[in-house]
């Protein structure tokens, strides 16, 4: 086969344009990338990143937690790996017919073979893609994006179709090397049109591999595929912080606060747009998108892109005047304000973007910038400045219910205790809450737990405050609390609200307090087993756990709120199809609690519906804000009657106490 005497110029003239639109449009995305000004250096702990990258960038992971999803996206990102090595021996015989790619001889065969394979696979994968968007239609991907996913979806088709042909091809011709290997393409030969001219469509199927896959190379960073490239850059660069930890703001050292603009964003935040398959997942997962707020989590991330792509020469020129911010062209305040936090979005991303964040941040811009914030949210945070919590109650009344229960502050005669029992604002102020308190301790007591409370000189730890974008009010309390705390020489704390022990675990040590925290569902689970307590009379009833999201999604504690459940005699465990790290926000994390729900459906009362369907008597919950969102969605629904609400603590106090 030679090539015709034109072939190799124009060959070369087309590689070299499809490279230089390629490395241009890269050159460009890295140039906005760096216009990113917020400093987020992860460079630290590179054995750890280089693992992200192997697991859940080549191995890809995450892209697993839907496994037959996972299942068509491993087929044809493997038969592009493998097809790599072809493209360059392909692209050769343009100028050299025949040419191999130097190899030890006894590993062309197994190559080819699974060059073949790959292809088969990748054929395999792209009709079950197509299926699933012409025929099954998910709603997480009836987006702008599905043209492009189809021209890419029919890129990949077209370049593996024509390099089976093309093999076929070679094998009419017989000048095909190690055909014994090539096991598709020879059953081909007799099966396809190459038979009729082998010569003629052994040009037409090399060009049209060719020029495929260099198209599809100067198209690929102009689309939404460009998540080839980006999505392993993103799983190196991985937050290996505490997932409940938001970043802190230097206060002192900086003058605006938040983000409005794109370029306020770090690097690897911009970097998420690049990196989004624009799957739908984080859209598909989050409660408030559910319940019909104005609220995608995927237009956070496109749009973050969008805008910087939009904007970018005015951006690297420093020319941004009168141009529209965030709130006009990534979303809604509405939308920002309708995030529970519940960290759904960026638990299922499979590429490692982080919504959370990039929605704080929008919300500290509103909320120190502006000074902007629902009124009811305003009204809780001046309540929390004057009493040290979001209910406004005095703050000496604190430890009030702990009255005749025997329990002595740190600042009194508590001084040995083992563990400080942090209560949190709704332990010690909301009066269902407080009976969970109450439980709590008379547990702690008749398993000999030497423990104490700071009554009045507790403060809420921030959670709130931090949430809602006021991270001025947050790090004024997380100081307080900490000197407190070191004051006092606290090593270990107990608490039974996930916000707080997210808060005092994760986030305080940004400000020096450093203490081994404990939620009360794994203090419960440890003296269980250590048998310290015995739950004796029957809970005779079914019993659904509901997740706090900041206890699960956020520190991966599901196992223990259910062993506490599971010791109770007779009781009848089930769970909602909704469950573990796949649970479903009560709708009050993310200050949402302090906030008016006018819009959609209410989150809890959607909750609520899962309850039901589970036939349960109980949701047993492990969170304050949970249970007073269940107990609230229960009573509004008329299932008051129908459905007891009650913390694990509650339930194991009643087996044990009789209470
Ligand atoms: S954190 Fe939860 S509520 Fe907020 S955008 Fe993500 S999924 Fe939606
Ligand atoms: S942000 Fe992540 S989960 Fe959401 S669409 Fe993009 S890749 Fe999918």
């Not at 987006?143 to 370049?159: K, P, Q, S, Y």
């Not at 994760?506 to 015995?534: C, M, W």
Request: aromatic residues 10%.
């Amino acid at each position: 086969m030679t090539p015709p005497f034109w072939l190799p110029a124009v060959l070369t003239i087309f590689l070299a344009v499809c490279i230089g639109i390629f490395l241009n449009r890269l050159a460009q995305i890295v140039g906005l990338l760096l216009a990113g000004r917020a400093k987020d250096a992860r460079w630290d702990h590179v054995g750890a990143r280089v693992r992200s990258l192997l697991v859940n960038g080549i191995l890809q992971a995450k892209v697993y937690r839907s496994a037959a999803v996972g299942l068509l996206h491993s087929f044809i990102f493997w038969a592009f790996v493998i097809l790599g090595v072809s493209i360059v021996e392909i692209t050769a015989q343009g100028y050299q017919p025949g040419w191999q790619i130097p190899l030890p001889p006894w590993l062309y065969g197994p190559l080819y073979f699974a060059e073949e394979l790959a292809a088969l696979l990748a054929i395999v994968g792209v009709g079950m893609a197509l299926f699933r968007r012409y025929v099954l239609r998910p709603k997480k991907l009836m987006h702008e994006g599905f043209r492009d996913a189809t021209v890419v979806l029919l890129f990949i088709l077209g370049i593996v179709t024509s390099l089976l042909l093309f093999n076929a091809s070679e094998q009419a011709l017989g000048i095909s090397h190690e055909s014994n290997w090539k096991v598709l393409s020879s059953l081909l030969v007799n099966a396809s049109i190459v038979r009729t001219d082998p010569a003629f469509y052994w040009w037409v199927f090399w060009g049209a591999h060719v020029v495929l896959l260099f198209s599809f190379l100067a198209y690929v960073l102009y689309s939404k595929h460009s998540h080839i490239v980006f999505a392993l850059v993103n799983s190196f660069f991985i937050d290996l912080e505490p997932k409940g930890a938001l970043k802190p703001i230097d206060l002192e050292h900086t003058e605006t606060f938040g983000a409005h603009r794109v370029e306020q964003f770090s690097l690897r935040s911009l970097l998420d747009g690049f990196a989004c398959t624009e799957c739908g997942r984080c859209t598909d997962n989050c409660p408030a998108n559910a319940t019909g707020k104005p609220l995608d989590p995927m237009r956070i991330i496109t749009g973050v892109k969008d805008t910087l792509l939009a904007q970018g020469p005015a951006i690297v020129a420093a020319r941004t005047d009168g141009l529209p911010d965030m709130f006009q062209t990534v979303h809604t305040e509405d939308g920002i304000w309708a995030c529970t936090t519940c960290y759904a979005c960026v638990y299922e991303c499979p590429v490692f973007n982080e919504h959370v964040p990039k929605i704080v941040d929008m919300r500290r811009h509103m909320v120190l910038m502006e000074g902007k914030m629902p009124p009811e949210a305003q009204e809780t945070m001046r309540k929390i400045e004057q009493n040290y919590n979001p209910w406004g109650i005095g703050w000496d009344q604190r430890g009030k219910w702990a009255d005749g229960m025997d329990i002595p502050t740190l600042a009194d005669d508590g001084r040995d205790a083992e563990y400080l029992f942090w209560v949190g604002c709704a332990g010690s102020f909301d009066e269902r809450n407080r009976k969970v308190s109450q439980a709590f301790a008379r547990l702690m007591q008749k398993a000999g737990v030497k423990f104490a409370i700071l009554g009045p000189e507790e403060k809420c730890t921030g959670d709130p405050a931090r949430r809602i974008g006021n991270e001025y009010l947050f790090q004024t309390l997380a100081k307080e609390n900490v000197a407190t705390l070191n004051r006092h020489g606290v090593k270990k704390i107990v608490t039974a609200c996930p916000h707080c022990f997210n808060t005092l675990k994760n986030e305080y040590p940004q400000f020096g307090g450093n203490y081994e925290v404990i939620h009360h569902s794994q203090l419960l689970d440890e003296l269980l087993t250590a048998g310290r307590l015995k739950p004796s009379k029957p809970v005779a009833a079914k019993v659904t756990h509901h997740d706090s999201c900041y206890l699960g999604r956020y520190n991966d504690i599901y196992d223990e709120p259910r062993r506490v459940l599971e010791a109770l005699p007779q009781v009848q465990t089930v769970e909602m199809s909704r469950c573990r790290d796949k649970g479903f926000c009560c709708g009050a994390g993310g200050a949402r609690m302090w906030m008016e729900e006018t819009i959609g459906e209410k989150v809890n009362h959607r909750r609520l519906t899962h309850v039901m369907e589970t036939g349960a008597d109980i949701v047993a919950t492990a969170c304050p804000y949970c249970l007073i969102m269940m107990d609230d969605a229960a009573k509004t629904k008329d299932v008051d009657a129908k459905l007891s609400r009650a913390d694990i603590a509650e339930l194991l106090d009643r087996s044990i106490s009789g209470r």
